[in-house]
């Protein structure tokens, strides 16, 4: 008698050809960093692949030049101002979809969010004649709220589904011991959810250290991030120090997204 067949269970063919074209989509994606990589190491003058002599100077350039290291610590500004401010916006907004009841919820819900869902050119352009008005081109707290507009999303997205994880009998049983709403929410709603916290501040300020498109359109001479810098260098400049710079956010990409598995990680051994 023939074994009966799972009907959710995938045929070894199915699972060959989802398995081979998911691997596929990775390598198309991640070849380019097998050029670029290799590239930041080179002694030439231009860009050249493969390099024919290997070399830090490229890397030396980078760490000797002002205007890099001054962008680069105005990225690190910017990306830490706008965790803080994304992870306090979007956990409490996220605090209120997940255990609000009230009408237009879902109308809210789909304005905070749609900085993600709209193109980023239409959310730059918006801000730059917005912050034409109030005067905020070119400055610091211009890139800190353009940057938290469109790194708050993600934030809201992460925390409700951490924050739907969170029983809401705690709470409950919390007021009902006398602690007020902002008391639970300290002592008892968001240390529950800090895995939630940590992982969308992580996606935070990656979000705004990577940002392009916005800081094309608000930066100014004086005032300019580390990619808008890396985008003018690649128009004026062709050398290795823009693959050099580029391996240097990648390898920054990575350790985040690997720092984001490990916190999931260890909160889910430690909550076993």
């Known amino acids: 008698m023939m074994p009966e067949k799972n009907p959710g269970e995938k045929s070894p063919i199915k699972s060959i050809i989802f398995y081979t074209y998911c691997g596929l989509v990775l390598v198309f994606m991640i070849m380019p960093n097998f050029v670029v990589f290799p590239i930041s190491f080179s002694s030439a003058t231009y860009l050249e692949f493969p390099p024919k002599q290997w070399s830090l100077r490229w890397y030396y350039d980078y760490f000797s030049r002002e205007e890099w290291i001054d962008a680069t610590l105005r990225s690190f500004e910017v990306a830490i101002c706008v965790t803080i401010l994304a992870v306090i916006l979007g956990s409490l907004a996220a605090y209120g979809l997940v255990r609000g009841r009230f009408p237009g919820k879902n109308l809210i819900n789909s304005?905070?969010?749609?900085?993600?869902?709209?193109?980023?050119?239409?959310?730059?352009?918006?801000?730059?004649?917005?912050?034409?008005?109030?005067?905020?081109?070119?400055?610091?707290?211009?890139?800190?709220?353009?940057?938290?507009?469109?790194?708050?999303?993600?934030?809201?997205?992460?925390?409700?589904?951490?924050?739907?994880?969170?029983?809401?009998?705690?709470?409950?049983?919390?007021?009902?011991?006398?602690?007020?709403?902002?008391?639970?929410?300290?002592?008892?709603?968001?240390?529950?959810?800090?895995?939630?916290?940590?992982?969308s501040g992580l996606f935070a300020f990656l979000i705004s250290f990577d940002e392009l498109i916005i800081a094309i359109f608000i930066s100014s001479p004086r005032m300019a991030t580390l990619p808008k810098i890396l985008w003018e260098g690649i128009r004026t400049e062709i050398n290795p120090t823009i693959a050099s710079v580029s391996t240097l956010l990648v390898g920054m990409s990575v350790i985040i997204l690997v720092s984001v598995g490990f916190v999931r990680r260890y909160f889910e051994r430690r909550n076993q």
Request: hydrophobic share 60%.
């Open 111 to 199: 304005l905070i969010i749609s900085p993600m869902v709209a193109p980023i050119l239409v959310t730059a352009v918006a801000v730059f004649i917005l912050f034409t008005k109030f005067g905020l081109n070119g400055t610091l707290a211009g890139f800190i709220i353009a940057h938290t507009i469109v790194a708050t999303p993600f934030v809201v997205i992460v925390m409700s589904a951490s924050l739907r994880g969170v029983d809401v009998e705690l709470e409950q049983a919390a007021m009902n011991l006398g602690a007020n709403r902002f008391t639970t929410l300290r002592r008892v709603v968001f240390p529950m959810a800090l895995p939630g916290m940590i992982s």
